[in-house]
T-cell receptor
Framework: NAGVTQTPKFRILKIGQSMTLQCTQD?????MYWYRQDPGMGLKLIYY???????DKGEVPNGYNVSRSTTEDFPLRLELAAPSQTSVYFC????????????FGPGTRLTVL | AQRVTQPEKLLSVFKGAPVELKCNYSYSGSPELFWYVQYSRQRLQLLLR??SRESIKGFTADLNKGETSFHLKKPFAQEEDSAMYYCALSNTGGFKTIFGAGTRLFVKA
């Protein structure tokens, strides 16, 4: 049981490039999340999904897109990378009933130069 | 609007001293509140949730609806408690969670 896995661990992008951050969970969780963690700013919710085919915006969705074609996978797409997107990105998943904890991936450290 | 406020970015205490990490929230319904912790080089993980009323690693947190607070407390801090602590609030139904900015706890020997 690997839990939540993310790839890549690190990436450097040039301004204007695009990339997809991968997230997979093997716990059959319906709820999945993408956060970014900026220094001193805590975690900000980018997008979330309550099940396959259903996604919604969080606090800071601009510049990102997501899809959820399967229960397991929740990729985050960056189009036209900007320096403001330099951050650590965390994927998380949760079972759908109340008070359940979120399980986090190890994070992807992205630098946009 | 939902909001979680952790007023201290950094809290430094000596080993054996009491510690209190503050968390205040703003939410119009009945919130679900959590504390998450991130130790150095480890994943963010759940420490405790208000509904369980449990003590984990000596930490407790009481939900005070009148003061809209959910402060995390431990009577005697240990060096291994040094970590980043996040207070989090979920909406009713629990599908969306808002995190505070975090407090870095540093326990000195």
């Amino acid at each position: 049981n690997a839990g939540v896995t993310q790839t890549p661990k690190f990436r450097i992008l040039k301004i204007g490039q695009s990339m997809t951050l991968q997230c997979t969970q093997d716990m059959n969780h319906n709820y999945m999340y993408w956060y970014r963690q900026d220094p001193g700013m805590g975690l900000k919710l980018i997008y979330y999904s309550v099940g396959a085919g259903i996604t919604d915006k969080g606090e800071v969705p601009n510049g990102y897109n997501v899809s959820r074609s399967t229960t397991e996978d929740f990729p985050l797409r960056l189009e036209l990378a900007a320096p403001s997107q330099t951050s650590v990105y965390f994927c998380a998943s949760k079972a759908e009933w109340d008070y359940n904890e979120q399980f986090f991936g190890p994070g992807t450290r992205l630098t946009v130069l | 609007a939902q909001r979680v406020t952790q007023p201290e970015k950094l809290l430094s205490v000596f080993k054996g001293a009491p510690v209190e990490l503050k968390c205040n929230y703003s939410y119009s319904g009945s919130p679900e509140l959590f504390w998450y912790v991130q130790y150095s080089r480890q994943r963010l993980q759940l420490l405790l949730r208000h509904i369980s009323r449990e003590s984990i690693k000596g930490f407790t947190a009481d939900l005070n609806k009148g003061e809209t607070s959910f402060h995390l407390k431990k009577p005697f801090a240990q060096e291994e408690d040094s970590a980043m602590y996040y207070c989090a609030l979920s909406n009713t139904g629990g599908f969306k969670t808002i995190f505070g900015a975090g407090t870095r706890l540093f326990v000195k020997a």
